[in-house]
């Protein structure tokens, strides 16, 4: 295997290489076939091969629910066969370099460097050199350029491709959007003789941008099949435990409520609904499948799906104790979705204000009053919950100190209420994160708050939280890396590429991200970490997500004059562009 990259200080294996080299021969020997888990497939022989990771470790990226999707779709209805490989944590990724071991797919333990596709789902840009450290560990060259007629097509996707750059020379595509129409259309692709021709008909399949080919941005791909496709119903069921340890079944996609600050807000339009009984029949059935004793209603903000109530009522009735939960609430609409629990429900719920004061929340077009969080916060007490988390963000464009110090008046006010009606068994805790503005939204070119802001910031809260309120911020340094990752334009990559070498990955993982190695990346390249502002929007040059600029920039307009715009689910269109022709909401009766 190639190893191209350094050794990494402090994950160096004392294991005598040879001992490890035959233990893993032992569990990668050829013929051997999925390790244990339940619902995985085995096509034996079956051609194109595609391998499909997410880049982190397998707890994470078992309950990706877009993987799950892929893996079933591929190898259901087409002739490919699609296996799944994670990266390893860092001690393990040594001790593989040490003895020689490729990277292999947890199906059949073949190199994942002898399929013929190897797909990335990029979920956030701190896995970025999570990339890197696959590709090396498979023996792949980092550079599309670099690969040869025996390497594999990368191909990226997922919500990170909004801004593809940083990651483009690492890429030899990307899919731009969601994929299960064009499935049949990448398979075809792959079927192709010899890899110029297989990569030259995968830059024809709509939504594919492929750098040095495409001669312009790749439309964003919206599956307009949702309402009526069924949910995955065989999925993958892990031998250990994952962070997501319930029956999913996406009940709805997209959201149109419009908070200018939110990318997927805007990524995932427009609104498409599950019907109900299709929803109900799907959870009947994972159950079996699965095991699981809890059912979760997945979707950007699953308080809104048009059937709800009818759904957590008829869900509930198909086992006894079962639990639903969901994932997402609005605070504006959590108190009628929360009454749908027993009063015996148990737990916590996370509701997510954003701001701390009305002026701001309106200017994000989040449109929640004082009146109306307080009645989501009853309603969680009153319903028979014992935990609440308060979500709030920092830094946001337009932002006081009178608008921080808000947040701790609010959790004030949930503390109170939590006292009042929990009798001492409820508890309240507050989650502060660091805003970074993110491609096509309103908010894509305004400046980023900066280190000094955001600690001082973070202080503000600190000092004034209410005593027993447990208050949690995220890493500021790690918000600078993101910040820069987010906006970056054609040169980002060699950021990524320098922390990568000098031991940067798992950066998402507090004890694992290390500040210095970003710095050191960034005096080498020049690059600026948590550069203040955006100066120009790179990304439409790669990729074209249905929104009009006309409509980012009013919306910019009208959160400067804290004006709030209409959800045009029940409301006036807001004209953003991406409802035309064949595509348009598609709601329950």
Wanted: some cysteine.
């Amino acid at each position: 295997m190639k190893n191209s990259s350094p050794g990494f200080p402090g994950h160096s294996s004392d294991w005598p290489p040879g001992e490890v080299a035959r233990l893993l021969a032992r569990v990668t020997r050829p013929g051997r076939y999925a390790g244990g888990e339940f619902n995985t497939r085995v096509k034996a022989g079956a051609r194109p091969r595609v391998v499909l990771s997410y880049p982190d470790v397998y707890e994470i990226g078992v309950s990706n629910p877009a993987l799950q999707i892929l893996y079933s779709q591929i190898n259901d209805a087409t002739p490919a066969a699609a296996e799944r490989a994670y990266c390893p944590w860092p001690d393990m990724a040594d001790v593989m370099r040490a003895a020689g071991v490729p990277l292999w797919t947890l199906e059949t333990f073949a190199p994942v460097s002898s399929c013929d596709l190897w797909g990335f789902t990029l979920p956030h840009e701190l896995c970025y050199a999570n990339v890197l450290e696959m590709l090396d560990l498979a023996g792949v060259p980092l550079h599309a350029a670099e690969r040869d007629g025996e390497d594999p097509i990368v191909l990226g996707g997922g919500p990170a491709v909004a801004n593809p750059w940083p990651l483009a020379p690492f890429f030899d595509a990307f899919f731009v959007g969601e994929v299960e129409d064009q499935l049949g259309a990448i398979v075809a692709a792959l079927e192709q003789d010899g890899r110029e021709a297989r990569l030259r008909a995968l830059a024809e399949v709509p939504g594919v941008w492929a750098p040095g080919r495409s001669q312009g941005p790749a439309e964003r791909q919206i599956f307009m099949g949702f309402s009526a496709s069924q949910p995955v119903l065989r999925p993958v069921v892990p031998v250990l435990e994952a962070v997501h340890d319930r029956v999913v079944i996406e009940v709805m996609r997209g959201c149109t409520a419009g908070c200018r600050f939110c990318q997927a807000g805007m990524w995932y339009r427009p609104v498409r609904e599950r019907p109900v009984e299709l929803v109900v029949e799907a959870a009947d059935r994972l159950l079996d499948e699965t095991g699981c004793d809890e059912v979760s209603l997945l979707s950007l903000s699953s308080c809104d799906y048009g059937g709800v109530a009818e759904a957590l009522t008829r869900i509930r009735e198909l086992r006894p104790g079962l639990r639903v939960s969901l994932p997402s609430l609005r605070i504006d609409s959590a108190a009628e979705s929360l009454s749908g629990f027993a009063a015996d429900q148990r737990g916590s719920v996370t509701l997510a204000p954003e701001a701390g004061t009305q002026r701001l929340r309106d200017a994000m077009n989040k449109g929640v009053n004082e009146a109306q969080f307080e009645e989501a916060v009853r309603a969680t007490f009153e319903g028979g919950f014992t935990g609440l988390k308060l979500y709030f963000m920092i830094g946001l464009p337009g932002e006081t100190d009178e608008d921080v110090l808000g947040i701790a008046r609010m959790a004030g006010t949930a503390t109170r209420l939590a006292k009042e009606i929990g009798k001492g068994r409820a508890r309240v805790s507050v989650s502060v994160s660091s805003y970074v503005p993110k491609a096509h939204t309103p908010f894509e070119l305004e400046p980023f708050a900066g280190e000094a802001t955001l600690r001082r910031r973070q202080q503000l809260v600190r000092q004034a939280a209410p005593r027993g309120v447990r208050v949690a911020f995220h890493d500021v340094a790690a918000s600078m890396v993101e910040a820069t990752l987010a906006r970056g334009g054609p040169g980002t990559d060699r950021l990524v590429e320098e922390a990568w070498l000098r031991g940067a990955r798992f950066d998402g993982w507090s004890e694992h991200f290390d500040m210095r190695r970003w710095e050191d990346a960034a005096a080498t390249t020049g690059i600026d970490l948590g550069e203040p502002g955006g100066e120009r929007a790179w990304w439409r040059d790669a990729v074209d997500a249905r929104l009009s600029e006309d409509f980012l920039a009013g919306e910019h307009e009208r959160s400067l004059d804290g004006e709030l715009t209409e959800d045009c689910r029940d409301g006036a269109c807001g004209v953003c562009g991406v409802c035309a022709g064949e595509i348009g909401m598609e709601l329950l009766a």
